[in-house]
């Protein structure tokens, strides 16, 4: 199995600037794309930003030109970069990651715990 562990949530002001990190661990081959998706109270589940093992990315159109998503592939970590942000950012993120344990497996999706991003003045 693999766990997804999330970090660099928290409370900002509007205008502000966050950085979120995601590390995946366990029985992992390999992995392709990993994604940072997020839901406000309320609200269904919505994408925020993909990106793929050879580093394409693919954003949600409210969240481009101030996200930015990366990769370390040595580490398996997925990181998002927040500048720019709004009240309506708010919301708990979540990082996925589809992995598989060995060549001949089908990929799985897992999800991290969810982390509270806060952008309020």
């Known amino acids: 199995q693999v766990q997804l562990v999330e970090s660099g949530g928290g409370l900002v002001q509007p205008g502000g600037s966050l950085r979120l990190s995601c590390a995946a661990s366990?029985?992992?081959?390999?992995?392709?794309?990993m994604g940072w998706y997020r839901q406000a109270p309320g609200k269904e589940r919505e994408l925020v930003a993909t990106?793929?093992?050879?580093?394409?990315?693919n954003y949600a159109d409210s969240v481009k030109g101030r996200f930015t998503i990366s990769r370390d592939n040595a580490k398996n970590t997925v990181h998002l970069q927040m500048n720019s942000l709004k009240p309506e950012d708010t919301a708990v993120y979540y990082c996925?990651?589809?992995?598989?344990?060995?060549?001949?497996?089908?990929?799985?999706?897992?999800w991290g715990q969810g982390t509270q991003v806060t952008v309020s003045s």
């Open positions: 996925n990651v589809d992995w598989r344990g060995a060549p001949y497996m089908a990929y799985d999706r897992s």
């Open positions: 366990g029985s992992i081959f390999s992995i392709t794309a």
């Open positions: 990106i793929t093992s050879g580093g394409t990315t």
